[in-house]
């Protein structure tokens, strides 16, 4: 009954690896987003997608692609795996921005470890 | 974009005692400002949010204010309890903006029995 659901938990890899993320959210929400969120907490937005399509790309590298094969899912692959993204990515989901009811909500998190 | 500081990054508060942690915006066309909790390794959770026609909103130990002229925002949690230990993320986002949430940069919150 989990309302935004991601895996795996956890993700060790070595560099130069590709390597997905899976989310889905039944919600019921047309709108999905990733977070990245740094060692330091800063928690950044990647990515939303509103009904399948591409709303918000926040000039990550094109190694991050997401895909959104129906609006309940938003998987995020990433190739070619540097140090530095070693993060924990967060998937989330919304009503549509005007909704009176907007709010956003989290799914438990990716914690990936690039060594 | 929207621009969005928080303050202070940390803060330990006596048990019993009031926590209040501020935010403040640059994006004028910001209308809705949510607040995460995020315990250590969990997941941000919504605490509670105000939206830009309301000036303040409480829900039982919680309450956050808005003053928009100013264009800041602040939680405040009453009679803090030990788990209310956690980051806690104030946000902005605009409905008829760039629609993202931006995030402030968190402050850890420490209840001392």
């Known amino acids: 009954d989990t309302a935004v659901s991601q895996t795996p938990k956890y993700l060790v890899t070595q560099m130069g690896n590709d390597k997905s993320i899976k989310c889905e959210q039944n919600?019921?929400?047309?709108?999905m987003y990733w977070y990245k969120q740094d060692s330091k907490k800063f928690l950044k937005i990647m990515f939303s997608y509103n009904n399948k399509e591409l709303i918000i790309n926040e000039t990550v590298p094109n190694r991050f692609s997401p895909k959104s094969p129906d609006k309940a899912h938003l998987n995020l692959h990433i190739n070619s795996l540097e140090l530095g993204d070693s993060a924990v990515y967060f998937c989330a989901s919304s009503p549509p921005a005007g909704a009176v009811t907007y709010t956003q909500y989290f799914g438990p998190g990716t914690r990936l470890t690039v060594l | 974009g929207e621009n969005v500081e928080q303050h202070p990054s940390t803060l330990s508060v006596q048990e019993g005692d009031s926590a209040v942690i501020k935010c403040t915006y640059s994006?004028?066309?910001?209308?809705?400002f949510p607040w995460y909790k995020q315990e250590l390794g969990k997941r941000p959770q919504l605490i509670i949010d105000?939206?830009?026609?309301?000036g303040e909103k409480k829900d039982q130990r919680i309450a956050v204010t808005l003053n928009k002229t100013a264009k800041h925002f602040s939680l405040h949690i009453t009679e803090t309890q030990p788990e209310d230990s956690a980051v806690y993320f104030c946000a902005a986002f605009s409905y008829f903006g760039n629609e993202k949430l931006t995030f402030g940069t968190g402050t850890r919150l420490t209840i001392i029995p």
């Open positions: 994006d004028s066309a910001s209308n809705y």
């Open positions: 919600l019921g929400h047309d709108t």
């Open positions: 105000i939206r830009s026609n309301v």
